[in-house]
């Protein structure tokens, strides 16, 4: 796990491949560097699995891509938001401080366009960890997915479970795109019974 200023990233190290889950904002393109290079030489960063179409996630991706010459993944709803540089869901702000926070925080929601060079789908199995499932956790964003390892019941949930007083909960609020589809998300994904949750701003550990 590669955090900064609570923005998670992930990344998944077999054999000669290196997997990255969610890239953060594009600054954090430096230490996500320097954290690769740490890992065993022979490995080198192959696919660039992104949840869903914020800043804060797919931000650094685009340099990234470019560096380790890999591949990016979305769903196609996400990665046409993705590749145009906006967000797939509109933001609603209820109050007048939202509107205010929303422009300050407006670069954690765009990041320049980014080409989305795979299209993911719900029911697929990629081949890392011995078998990734591609999950439809739609809800904070129309195409958001989650991942998830059944056998090591492995959650990679990117922004459809976050912490609430200190317990695992569904995405809610102003920037959630259908609040019941991400409360029917997170149950999805609960009743899995993972074992490690590896969320976009949040950990935790069954
Ligand atoms: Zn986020």
Known sequence: MHSNASIFQYMIVENSRITLID???PLFSRSLI??????????????????HADGDHYGAAKRMAKIYQCPIAASATEAAAIASGTMSRELKPQKPLDLLL??????????????VDRYLEPGQTLPILDGLQVLDSAGHTPGHLSFYQPERRILFAGDSIIKRRN???????????????AIDAFERQMALKPLHICGGHTYFRN
């Open 23 to 25: 890239a953060g904002l």
């Open 34 to 51: 320097r954290a690769l290079s740490r890992i065993d030489h022979r490995a080198t960063l192959s696919l660039i699995l992104i949840t």
């Open 102 to 115: 929303f422009k300050i925080f407006l670069p954690v929601f765009t990041a320049s366009a980014t080409p």
């Open 167 to 181: 317990t695992p909960s569904p995405a809610y609020g102003p920037n959630c795109w259908n609040e019941q589809r």
